[in-house]
C-alpha cells in the first residue's frame, strides 16, 4: 500500500491551498492519517491528525487556519490550507498510524511529500 500525497505548489502569502493524499489500496491501511511538513534544514514536524472517526487534531501552529478532513469512501484525505504564511514553506507529507498522534515515529506509513511554497 502506497501513499500518494499531491495539490502543492507556490502561493502567495494570505492564500489558500488545498492537499489530497489517496491510498493505492482498497482501503486505508492505518485508522489514523496525519500530515507532516518538513522545512528545509529543520526536522520534520507535525501539522495534524485525523482518526477513522474524524476527530482531529492540529499542531499550535496551524490551529484555525488548516482543516484536515478523510473521505473514506474514496480512500483520500485533505489538508485545506488557508491564511498561508511564508513560514508555511515545507515539503508536506501525510503519513499513517495505528496510533492517534502527533509523534512522527508512531507513523510507519508515508506519502513521497508534496513541496508547498509560500511567498511574501
Known amino acids: 500500500v502506497q501513499l500518494q500525497a499531491s495539490g502543492g505548489g507556490l502561493v502567495q502569502a494570505g492564500g489558500s491551498l488545498g492537499l489530497s493524499c489517496t491510498t493505492s489500496g482498497r482501503t486505508f491501511s492505518r485508522p489514523n492519517m496525519g500530515w507532516f511538513r518538513q522545512a528545509p534544514g529543520k526536522e520534520r514536524e507535525f501539522v495534524a491528525v485525523?482518526?477513522?472517526?474524524?476527530?482531529?487534531y492540529y499542531a499550535d501552529s496551524v490551529k484555525g487556519r488548516f482543516t484536515i478532513s478523510r473521505d473514506n469512501a474514496k480512500n483520500t484525505v485533505y489538508l485545506q490550507m488557508n491564511s498561508l504564511k511564508p513560514e508555511d514553506t515545507a515539503v508536506y507529507y501525510c503519513?499513517?498510524?495505528?496510533?492517534?498522534?502527533?509523534?512522527?515515529?508512531?507513523?510507519?506509513?508515508w506519502g513521497q511529500g508534496t513541496q508547498v511554497t509560500v511567498s511574501s
Open positions: 485525523i482518526s477513522w472517526t474524524s476527530t482531529t
Open positions: 503519513a499513517g498510524s495505528s496510533y492517534y498522534s502527533g509523534r512522527k515515529d508512531l507513523y510507519d506509513y
